[in-house]
């Protein structure tokens, strides 16, 4: 049976599955992170993680003034009755997906919301080697400090990079 048979399950079950070998290191300069503990192949489900979805109202008048809304993720809510506009909210992700930190360049892990069962998929998206982090983009909007941006700058800009950077001037 192939994983995606697995994951299909039973009607009105959804089946859980959260991949061997992961360690959350506690002290990164992202604070917590998620490691691979092994050699993990691309296109691994690293876990189905089960989701919150937050009251729009709720939302915004509780939960974006917490820490906890910068762990939520968005959510598409269906229009309301006599409305073809569709809504949005943010959900809670529980499991490791709620752990995920952000690369733009070293993003390793994709991610797939099934809005019809309510989870989320995190998926490899290459080949990872014990000892790397594992990170998603979290997208262009963020709302700290990108700890990754001085090392890009420093060890991975080449010629050709400072070359394209002179011709957009
Ligand atoms: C979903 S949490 C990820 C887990 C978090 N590191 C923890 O210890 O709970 C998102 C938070 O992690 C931190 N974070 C994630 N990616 C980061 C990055 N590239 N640079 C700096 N901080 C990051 C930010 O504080 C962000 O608000």
Redesign the pocket.
């Known amino acids: 049976m192939s994983i995606e048979e697995e994951q299909e399950g039973k009607a009105g079950e959804v089946q859980l599955i959260r991949t061997e070998g992961l360690a959350l290191v506690l002290d990164t300069?992202?604070?917590?992170?998620v490691f691979a503990g092994r050699d993990i192949p691309g296109g691994t489900i690293l876990e189905v993680c089960p989701v919150l979805i937050l009251d729009p109202q709720e939302n915004e008048e509780h939960v974006r003034k917490t820490d906890l809304y910068?762990?939520t993720y968005n959510w598409p809510l269906p229009a309301a009755e006599g409305s073809k506009t569709p809504r949005k909210t943010q959900a809670v992700v529980f499991g490791i997906g709620?752990?995920?930190?952000?690369?733009q360049r070293r993003q390793n892990v994709g991610w797939m919301r099934d809005v019809s069962k309510g989870v989320v998929v995190y998926r490899t998206l290459q080949d990872v080697r014990k000892g790397d982090e594992l990170c998603i983009s979290?997208g262009d909007r963020l709302?700290?400090?990108?700890?990754?941006a001085k090392q890009v700058d420093s060890d991975d800009e080449d010629d050709n990079a400072a070359l394209a950077r002179i011709d957009l001037v």
Request: charged fraction near 20%.
């Open positions: 300069p992202k604070g917590r992170g910068n762990y709620s752990l995920f930190n952000h690369s979290y709302t700290f400090v990108d700890a990754d």
